[in-house]
């Protein structure tokens, strides 16, 4: 892979540089926000490991700016602050991954392994099933071009379901997609707002193209399927 690493501690970034290199990877290193859009706008990265603590421009905003101008390289966030709403905070960024400081390199690579068995996937498209329409960019959703206004939660249950039609999504899955760490009462969680998404959709409607797969979790049906 052609990786990015963006960190300010010189010495780590030098770590994080040899031992990438070490198993065969092209790897650029710079310890700047700036300098790493400069690269990242200038050349196709397949990942980029990114610092969130910077001088400058912080990795968030990096994020932020990469993803606006459709960078479509997988990022993983090294940050020392592990509160879930910073752990948030960096996925909503449009991060695919966040690792907690201190770190083994070993992990790091098994992180990056793991993101480029991935299937590429465009970001930020205009989602469509049926007469949903999902914009990730401006966060908004119609229905039949009606504008349809959702909760976070929900708006991340609708994209997770529309990005993977007519598949299964266990509770678990969608809990661990949407918050990102794990809660008690699972089941209940996620079936109430479920419900009111549907709801949301236009009540019974809705409930026909969000199915509840008995036992198992939910699938959004796409029409002639």
């Known amino acids: 892979m052609r990786i ?3 960190e300010d501690e010189e010495r780590l970034c030098q770590l994080i540089r040899r031992s990438l290199d070490e198993f065969g990877h092209a790897v650029d290193a710079t310890l700047t926000g700036e300098e790493a859009l400069n690269l990242a706008y200038g050349t196709e990265y397949d990942a980029i490991v990114l610092d969130v603590i910077l001088p400058g421009i912080d990795g968030l905003e990096v994020c932020r700016s990469l993803r606006n101008r459709n960078v479509q390289a997988r990022i993983v966030l090294l940050t020392a602050r592990d509160t879930v709403e910073h752990r948030v905070e960096g996925l909503d960024s449009g991060a695919d991954d966040y690792l907690t400081k201190p770190f ?3 992990e790091l690579l098994a992180r990056l392994r793991a993101l480029e068995r991935r299937p590429p996937q465009s970001l930020n498209p205009v989602l ?3 007469d949903l329409e999902l914009d990730p960019r401006t966060l908004e959703v119609r229905k039949n071009g009606e504008e349809r206004r959702l909760t976070n939660k929900e708006f991340r249950i609708l994209e997770y379901l529309m990005r993977n039609p007519n598949q299964v999504l266990t509770r678990t899955m969608i809990a661990e997609h949407v918050w990102d760490y794990d809660f008690p009462n699972v089941t209940n969680v996620i079936d109430v707002h479920i419900r ?3 709801r949301k959709l236009d009540g019974e409607e809705a409930g026909r193209q969000i199915q509840t797969v008995r036992g198992v979790g939910y699938r959004l049906v ?4």
């Open 128 to 130: 469509r099933v049926n």
């Open 104 to 106: 083994a390199v070993a």
């Open 4 to 6: 990015l690493v963006v």
């Open 222 to 225: 796409e029409n002639g399927n």
């Open 196 to 198: 009111a998404l549907r």
